[in-house]
Structures are given as C-alpha cells and as structure tokens.
C-alpha cells in the first residue's frame, strides 16, 4: 500500500513507500516494455495492470499481470504511467479521467498540461532511446519527474529511484528544451551516422570500421567539452581540405549539410571561409 | 633488423619481421605521441629516433629516444612515420628525399603521392581521434595501410599489426572518401552535442544528463544499421513537434541546422513536411 497518506509523518511516510508501489501500465511500445522489465526487477513495485489496444503485443505483458485491450483500467494502483506516444493522448484521455491514483506520461516533449485536470498529473520521462531487444541500464538512465504538488514529487522519485541513479525534478518547459536536445545528439547524431555509412560503403569500406571513432567521439565528453573536442578542417578554416572534401561528396543533401554544419563550426570557432 | 630482403623465402621473411622493426618518427603532436607510446609497449618495435620542429615538445620523446629539432633524420629506419599535419608536408619533404627506407605518413586525407618520388612510399593512417592526456586502445584502432609494392605492404602490415586487430589495405581514393565519412561521424557529430549542450545548459540542465543518451546512440550500431536505429519526429513526419520544436530554437543557425536535417531525414524515409 503506497498511496499517499496526509495522515502520516515524514517518516512513516518513507516507510510506506519502501514497502510497495502499486503500478499500472497503458501502452505495449518500446518505453512501456523497457519500463516493464525494469519495474518485475524490483520487489517494491508490483505491476497491477497493463492496458493497451493492441492485443498481440498485450500477450507478452499477460505472461506475468493482468491485461486490458481496450485501454481500460480496472486495477487500483498508485501510479499510473501512460506510455504511449503523442498521437494517442487525445485517445486515452477518456480512460483515466475518472481514476484516484496519480496519473503520469512518459514523454520528453509533451506538458504536463496535456493530461486531463480532473486526475493528480505528473510525469516520468526516462531520457533515453529504447530498442526492441536491447537492455539497457536503467541505474544509468536520467529520469526526469515533475508533479503538481510535493507529496506527488515525492512519490514519482520514489518510483524513479527504484530504477536509477539519476533522478531529476524539471518542469514542463525545461523536459520539452531536454527533448530538443535529445533530438539534435540522438537523431540528428544518428542521421550523420547514417550518411557516414553512404559514403564509406559508397567506396567499399565497411561501416564498423568507423565504429571506433564514433564510439571514442562518444567517450570523449567524459573528459572534454564538445567545445575543446571539437576537430577537423572546419574548425582549423582549412578551406583547401573544405573544397576538396565538397568535390568529393555525390549526393547534393549531403553536400548541403556538409557546407551548413561546416559553417556553424568555423562561425563557432571565429573561422573565415 | 627488419628490412625487406629479396633474397629472403617468404617462411624467413616473416621470421625477420618478428625479429625487430626500427621506426623513425617525424612530429611531436598527437598522433606522434599516441603512435610513440603504442610503439614503446612493444619489444619488437624499437623507435630509433624522433625529429621535429618543436624543441619542448621533443623532449617528452627525449626520455626514451634519440631526438632531433632540425627535424632531420640521421638514424637508419626500416619505416619512417611522417606524422605531422597536412600543412607541414611542403616542408618536409627535403628531410625525406634521400631516406633509405620506407616513409609513411599518417594522414586521412593526404594522398601517397604528396610524397617525394624519390622514396619508397607508404601510407599507415590510424582511423581514431587522438587527445592529449586520453589513452586509446590501439589494438581496436583501424590502420588503414598503403604502399606501392606488395613488400612494403608486408611491412606496413607487420608493423601495423603489432599494434591493432583491425588492419586493412586501401587506396589513396578510399582512405579520402573514408576521412570524409569521418568527418560527418566525427566533426559534425561533436558539432551537434556542442548544440546539444548550449540548448541543455540553456534551460538549466546539466550536459551529463545527455551523455546515456549519447552513449547509447553510439553503442545501438552494434545491433542496428543506422537506417533501422532512426527515431523522433522527422522520421514520424510529425509535423506538430517539428514546428513546435522549431520555435522554441532560439539562434537562427540552430534553425537551419534543424530545419536541414529534418528534412533530410524527412525525405530519406518517404515523409512529406
């Protein structure tokens, strides 16, 4: 029992939270089902339901707690985490209208305004890229909480502090900056990867012999900021390696955003070319 | 004693190599000083000598080696390593016109032939990025080698193997098209977490709340070709995040970057914006 009691001490008040966490789940995606695992991880949280529309996907959730395909929740829980994406808000709105639990979404660029008034809003967005199949780390993963009010907050870091080592309180306007600047370091990042691997298949050289290059460009911010780390022709204002390097790309995107990202890197380092 | 010897069988050409390699080193920036410390680990690799321009930066290679500040080489060398930036190759081309041994430089996008004919000429180009103070695991560096007979192949590949696991053969056409795609998985990308960064830090989050993410964009190539690992809102063709996303850029070359790459992204998955 974890529901947040007024009647209790501070104290007493950990220790409830230490005993369980209720949870109930909506959506079958990737978020939910890297959520689900790390949640059967832990002792103190007991996944109550899982609701969703897809029925297939529903199947691996049934293996181990109750399940609804029609998004419908039915179980009493303390939290429950709507992870499904953007689109589908309008959707599930009319599922937890009525619910006495507080209510939290998964997402990086949605408000908490999103959510109906008439439940305890709040959010859990764990700031990372999930992948069918791949486990991850969720001691690692920052999760970001944000609540209407300090026993909620309360009760989400409990949650999050469960799974990570990185819990932080952010508001709506903060997490949807965070979500930005996931999509230029994830997307944007992966993008370029992408392009890499045109052009050095382009002259039959594997991908993965970039692989370590790429993971060291990763590893690097350990100890240097992007700003010192930064290398290469754009920065030096070499602009007879610039103009070969142009000549040599086929495709016009990629010479676009060779000549886009070349100039914001010398502008950045006061480089004339 | 590792000089190639034509009146050797291949069985006692191999035996000679394992004897002992002698390398001449020429410059003292980075690449020098991460290939000197890969050279020294090894008992059948002896650095006969380091020359350069830079009188305090040859001293560090002074504890262990022969120096030299005129930047001439006075000791015998089965290979001499020219790792000096692009812009210095003009001037060292009188140190190497009368060298009896093979020379190499260490450049990506160099040609062999910027090299004085009157050499035997190679290339051993490490694909990585090197930092002063940041020690790399060589034996996962790709060396990407070239030569103009297949002997002095033989060489670079002995000595190139002493060091990585990851040694290949490519031409000067290649290893060109291969800095370029380093260029985008490199430069640009460390270009995009400086954006990463300011918009984070901007909204009063610290950069490291990025770096899983970062971390994992890296480590998903392993399991994921980079078409397949592409996610966020370009990719979905949304719209709505894409406009909202775009308004909340406050510099106007974070736009274009944004705006460029959405689209090119857009447009690699069929999504019409």
């Known amino acids: 029992m974890g529901i947040v009691n ?10 409830v939270f230490l005993s369980m966490i209720r949870v109930a789940l909506m959506g079958t995606g990737n978020v939910a089902q890297h959520l689900f695992e790390a949640f059967l991880n832990h002792s103190q949280i007991e996944v109550v339901q899982v609701v969703g ?8 959730f049934g293996k181990s707690t109750k399940t609804d395909s029609n998004a419908k929740f039915s179980e009493k829980a303390d939290i429950y985490l709507i992870a499904v994406s953007d689109d ?14 507080l209510v939290v979404h998964t997402s990086g660029s949605s408000s908490l305004e999103v959510l109906p008034k ?6 859990f967005y764990p700031l990372q890229t ?22 909620d907050i309360n009760l989400l870091n409990t949650l999050a502090s469960l799974l990570s080592n990185h819990v ?4 709506s306007e903060q997490r949807s900056k965070l979500h930005l600047a996931a999509v230029f370091i994830n997307n944007f990042t992966n993008h370029l990867y992408f392009i890499g691997q045109q052009i050095s298949e382009n002259a039959q050289i594997p991908f993965d012999t970039l692989f370590p290059l790429i993971q060291e460009t990763a590893n690097k911010l350990e100890t240097l900021a992007p ?11 070499d602009a007879k390696t610039l103009k070969k390097q142009l000549r040599q790309l086929e495709k016009s995107d990629f ?19």
Chains 1, 2 share one sequence.
């Open 6 to 15: 007024s009647f209790l001490s501070p104290g007493q008040f950990l220790f």
């Open 53 to 60: 529309r897809n029925k297939k996907a529903l199947e691996y």
């Open 88 to 101: 589908a808000f309008p959707l599930m709105a009319y599922s937890i209208i009525g619910l006495n639990g």
């Open 118 to 123: 008439t439940v305890r809003r709040g959010v």
């Open 130 to 151: 999930f992948t069918a199949n791949r486990t991850v780390d969720f001691t690692k993963i920052p999760i970001c909480i944000e609540a209407e009010n300090s026993s």
């Open 168 to 171: 932080i309180s952010v508001n």
């Open 227 to 237: 700003f010192d780390a930064q290398t290469g022709p754009a920065r030096r204002g």
């Open 255 to 273: 010479k676009e955003i060779y000549t886009l990202l070349t100039r914001s890197i010398a502008k950045t380092y006061g480089q004339k070319l």
